[in-house]
């Protein structure tokens, strides 16, 4: 056995059942032996997809996954998605062989790609020492909530490894992420006393609290608060009577009001960015802030804090929860019924009054929202939905619902256009029970058309929902100044016929009847995936960008 054979091996016992990748002479071997060993791998047709397909599929999914790459340009065209899961701390192991010598044309300066953008890098250096820093990469990714990149040298890998190297494959198992940290018995004392005293108390959840909803819902009734999630967790609290959907530049007028009238902001593994805060002002100038994170540095990184708890979201949540359930009178909360009826009634997107900007004619227009929404009542509720960068990003964000945290995949933390559509990929491998949806501008599913070929040929029964504008329209409602636009305009490209060309179902949507399409595809009996080309009308930029472009 050799070093690339035994690093693929190790890397199936630690836990890597997914492996996404392009191979090329230098990772053909290593991901042979991973597939040989039980991983299942899966063909990008472009690096980047790859490393987002796998980033996708580790969040939705909660595992380990991997992404296997060729020498020197296998990982620069891949940087882009490992940029946006080392932002993100997805764990993720990222093998890349690579070409030592300066006078390879593959060479590049490996693990400085990998620092630049936020992640680490580890290096196989002998065949003797293969299986401890393997071991390492994986601890690293699954313990830190890292993004790993493991480097193979090409001579490296084609080394014998010893007999003992051989035999103590066999012992390795997945490491088990370790339960998060208590809080100190003050700081839950502190944040319950806050709580308990809260006219209107709201608890927002983040990234770092996906895992904790149910703790969040009790602690949430034992206050009588209101629940907002960040973007990124949005549908934690699906379902329940007092959630606000997303806080931040996608918030509902409602949430807005809301959010800025409350007392006490309680945020769970959320560092409260200006997204988040609509650049701070979500939160009102008198109420008292809270974070709980378990990274000590993530405290206070945006925002001041009245108090800062180094502890897990689930378990913070079960030690104020108790604290308060031994108080008489109990805290008051704002639950009221009027309160409720109000949530039931403007809670959504959806149910907030807007003037259709569709129109009619030989290049008729369906509003953005309008499409939207008859998405949403046809598609059926168990779906998981990935959004591609632009414009158009708040309407799926916002006017589809999903049914819980794992219904929605929002790579974003680097604002990239073009990673929608692998993001689907990896979150339909991730819950093959869901219908997946990727909703893209058509520069984002232009410049990643090379993965419709992958969720054809994997078999994916998805529906890709194309928002064209004909337009990088986050840039035309940008430069609203007089400036020339011909820079960031296009002429119309049929997308239905390029996604036909892939061997997609088509259907070009101009207005709300043709969604008759999507309906005759619903029904079944889905053998090809869908793509929907929804010409959409854009007369000025969405209400959400106009937030966005005061963070540039
Ligand atoms: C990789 C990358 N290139 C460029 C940009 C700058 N950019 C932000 S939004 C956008 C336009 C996206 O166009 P489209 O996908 O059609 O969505 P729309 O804005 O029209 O709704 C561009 C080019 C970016 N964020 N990421």
Redesign the pocket.
């Known amino acids: 056995m050799n070093v690339a054979e035994a690093v693929g091996t190790a890397l199936a016992r630690l836990g890597v059942d997914h492996v996404f990748g392009v191979v090329g002479s230098g990772n053909f071997h290593v991901t042979n032996a991973l597939v040989a060993a039980g991983a299942r791998y899966v063909a990008a047709r472009h690096e980047c997809g790859a490393a987002t397909m796998a980033d996708a599929y580790a969040r939705v999914s909660g595992r380990l996954a991997a992404v296997s790459l060729h020498q020197g340009c296998g990982l620069t065209n891949a940087m ?1 998605g490992i940029a946006e899961a080392a932002k993100s701390r997805t764990p993720l192991v990222v093998v890349a062989a690579e070409a030592t010598q300066v006078t390879s044309n593959f060479h590049v300066d490996q693990p400085a790609l990998a620092t630049a953008v936020g992640a680490t890098s580890v290096r196989v250096d002998s065949a003797d020492g293969c299986l401890d820093q393997v071991v390492a990469a994986v601890g690293s990714a699954v313990l830190d909530r890292r993004t790993v990149l493991v480097n193979l040298p090409l001579d490296v890998q084609a080394r014998e490894v010893p007999p003992d190297v051989v035999r103590r494959l066999g012992d390795l198992a997945a490491p088990a992420p370790t339960a998060g940290p208590e809080p100190a018995p003050a700081d839950a004392a502190a944040l319950a006393d806050l709580l308990a005293a809260a006219r209107q108390p709201v608890l927002l959840a983040g990234r770092g609290a996906r895992h904790a909803r149910a703790e969040l819902l009790a602690l949430a009734d034992a206050c009588g608060a209101l629940l907002a999630t960040s973007a990124v967790a949005r549908g934690l609290f699906h379902g329940s009577p007092w959630s606000l959907d997303v806080s931040g530049g996608f918030a509902t007028p409602l949430a807005a009001e809301l959010i800025q009238d409350a007392d006490v902001v309680v945020a769970f593994g959320s560092v409260l960015n200006m997204w988040t805060t609509r650049h701070g002002s979500l939160i009102g100038p008198e109420a008292a802030v809270v974070q709980v994170d378990v990274d000590a540095a993530a405290l206070g990184r945006h925002r001041p804090v009245r108090l800062g708890v180094v502890a897990d979201s689930a378990a913070t949540a079960v030690a104020a929860t108790r604290l308060l359930g031994r108080r008489d009178p109990p805290a008051p909360g704002c639950r009221s019924p009027e309160l409720a009826a109000r949530i039931a009634a403007e809670g959504r997107w959806r149910d907030v009054p807007y003037d259709d900007w569709g129109t009619g004619g030989d290049d008729a227009r369906i509003d953005p929202r309008t499409l939207t929404v008859l998405l949403d009542d046809a598609l059926p509720a168990e779906r998981v939905v990935a959004v ?6 708040g309407y799926p964000s916002m006017f589809l619902s999903v049914p819980d945290a794992g219904g929605f995949c929002f790579t974003q933390a680097f ?4 990673l929608g559509l692998a993001t689907a990929v990896g979150a339909a491998l991730a819950r093959p029970d869901r219908l997946p949806v990727a909703a ?6 232009l ?1 990643a058309a090379a993965e419709l070929d992958t969720v054809r040929r994997l078999g994916l029964p998805m529906v890709v929902v194309v ?1 064209d ?1 004909s ?6 409602h940008h430069f609203t100044a007089g400036e020339p636009l011909d820079t ?1 305009t296009f002429p119309d490209t049929d997308i239905a016929a390029v996604g036909a060309g892939y061997g997609f179902d088509g259907v070009t949507v101009r207005g709300p009847a043709d969604l008759a399409g999507v309906r005759d595809w619903l029904a079944g009996p889905r053998e090809r995936p869908l793509l929907v080309d929804a010409k959409v009308a ?1 007369p000025r930029g969405s209400w959400w960008l106009e937030e966005a472009f005061r963070g540039h």
């Open positions: 882009t591609d960068s632009g414009n158009f990003m604002q990239s256009v073009g893209l501008g058509d520069g984002g599913a410049m928002y504008d337009a990088y329209g986050a840039e035309v960031v854009a």
